[in-house]
């Protein structure tokens, strides 16, 4: 055997070369889109306006939503109508109230403000603790406040001690929220008033008589029902 015909010999007998395994292509990870919820109140509180009153700030998610202040102390916001959401301070609770008015509360349930609309009863909805959403099919005005009572000073009258109370504008616009915090304060500046019947004088006085300058109440008073307390002018014997 020649030395050519060895050589293909020894060729055609050796193994082939075997092909490389395919590595399959690595399944891309799909991106996960993660969206923010309009109503997280953290999410509110960072891409909404402040409306302020005194040391509490409510935060509103609305279209060109931008608060007024008030000599007094309070603060509006004109509202075009539509959807609106509110925040309370970090910390604090917002309480929609079945009037179309709210409350803002601290960490132990306490009123720290109050918010009221115009008009009246304009849809609030609770969302979560601490965020409220406003429903409207024509303006409105949010009006925040953090004063219910400008002043409460035991005085004395005929019958007795008698506690005189100046309440702030938006104290007297009858709500429930003006209500909580009518009392709340009142008894904050008097603790002594914190007896049975003076509760019920005063939210007489505040449904019965916005207008009057100061209202006076007086400890010594019997306890009534609502119909006598009405009949008797706030001013039961």
Not at 17 to 36: L, M
Not at 108 to 132: D, K
Not at 200 to 212: F, I, M, Y
Not at 226 to 231: E, N, R
Request: aromatic residues 4%; charged residues 15%.
């Amino acid at each position: 055997m020649t030395a050519v015909a060895l050589l293909v010999a020894l060729v055609g007998c050796s193994p082939g070369f075997a092909e490389p395994p395919q590595v399959a292509s690595p399944t891309p990870t799909p991106t996960v889109q993660v969206t923010a919820d309009p109503s997280d109140p953290a999410v509110v509180r960072a891409t909404g306006a402040p409306l302020t009153s005194g040391p509490v700030t409510v935060t509103i998610v609305a279209p060109a939503a931008a608060a007024t202040p008030a000599d007094d102390g309070s603060a509006t916001v004109a509202l075009s109508g539509g959807a609106a959401l509110l925040a309370a301070p970090e910390g604090m609770t917002l309480e929609a109230l079945s009037d179309g008015s709210a409350v803002v509360r601290d960490d132990a349930g306490r009123f720290v403000a109050g918010l009221t609309t115009e008009p009246r009863r304009t849809g609030l909805e609770q969302v979560g603790p601490e965020v409220i959403r406003l429903s409207a099919d024509q303006p409105v005005v949010v009006w925040l406040a953090s004063v219910a009572v400008e002043s409460a000073t035991w005085g004395e009258a005929e019958g007795g001690r008698s506690l005189g109370v100046v309440a702030s504008a938006w104290a007297r616009v009858r709500s429930l929220a003006a209500q909580d915090g009518l009392w709340t304060q009142v008894v904050d500046q008097a603790p002594d008033a914190d007896v049975p019947g003076m509760q019920d004088q005063l939210e007489c006085h505040e449904l019965g008589a916005p207008d009057k300058a100061s209202w006076n109440l007086e400890p010594w008073r019997p306890v009534v029902d609502g119909i006598d307390m009405i009949a008797a002018r706030c001013n039961p014997t």
